[in-house]
């Protein structure tokens, strides 16, 4: 038997990324679950889909740590022959409690983008946004700007990210000049393209993030801003996982998992042979 509950791992999660950081559309905290239920194993995974959840419930775990959150909308029903009410009825059968923490954990130092910016050897971190309201200070806010141990092309920045994120269909693909010399990279975790303008006005030579479209990128470039680098979304929030799980083992004592399945949608990705459109 264990000494550790779900309320201990609630209450240990909820002290590292308070609730009331998050944003207001937010919503964080346990999701399922009993408070009283024994923990002996989480899984740490991006997104709470049937894929993680039939993982959780293979490796015996009692808890998932989701970052994004199940149910975001107010819903009406949890019906089984719904997707989210198959879930939820399939946790509660398996006795498997759900917690999320979002962007109370994208805002937190270390947080989403510290995990994402150590995959690039990011050093002198600073957020890209600076927090206001609770979680205002100790160099707290959404995405973060550091510089290259050593400036390298634009060109090769996009391969050493590819390198070093965790491997997508859709890799990684880079706007702007391929000889663009980049020192200063600012980087967020998930969709990035609400702080462009922050990045370019930090003086970022490029900037990190995901779910970037057509039209904003282009006026962003048209403008002078940042070359930009789009990764897949969940490529950018997997590294986290890895910092939650090690400060939860040692926080409460119990084994912690963490998926490497790639639940990002997008599975293929071609590239005719003849066209050559890569730097």
Request: proline share 7%; hydrophobic share 45%.
């Amino acid at each position: 038997m264990t000494d550790c509950t779900v309320r201990t791992v609630v209450d240990a999660l909820d002290s590292r990324y308070p609730r009331d950081w998050a944003e207001s559309w937010d919503r964080v905290g346990l999701v399922l679950g009993e408070f009283d239920a024994p923990v002996t194993r989480v899984l740490c995974v991006v997104d709470c889909v049937p894929e993680t959840v039939e993982q959780a419930l293979d490796a015996g775990a009692d808890l998932i740590v989701a970052h994004h959150p199940l149910f975001l909308k107010p819903v009406s029903s949890i019906a089984p022959d719904t997707f989210k009410g198959a879930l939820v009825h399939r946790l509660i059968r398996a006795g498997v409690a759900l917690y999320t923490a979002h962007t109370n954990a994208d805002v937190a130092n270390p947080g989403v983008s510290d995990a994402l910016a150590a995959r690039l050897d990011l050093t002198g971190l600073r957020p890209l946004v600076p927090a206001v309201g609770a979680a205002a200070g100790e160099g707290r806010g959404p995405g973060r700007i550091g510089t290259l141990p050593a400036p390298m092309t634009l060109a090769a920045l996009t391969r050493f990210a590819a390198e070093r994120l965790p491997a997508t269909a859709a890799g990684v693909r880079a706007a702007g000049d391929p000889e663009r010399l980049i020192g200063t990279v600012a980087v967020c975790g998930g969709a990035g393209d609400s702080f462009l303008a922050d990045a370019a006005r930090a003086g970022a030579d490029a900037y990190l993030c995901a779910d970037l479209r057509h039209h904003p990128v282009s006026e962003h470039l048209a403008a002078g801003g940042p070359a930009l680098l789009d990764v897949a979304h969940w490529a950018s929030e997997r590294p986290w996982l890895d910092d939650v799980a090690a400060w939860l083992r040692a926080e409460v004592g119990v084994e912690v998992l963490v998926s490497d399945l790639d639940t990002d949608p997008w599975t293929v990705h071609a590239i005719r042979d003849d066209l050559e459109i890569r730097p």
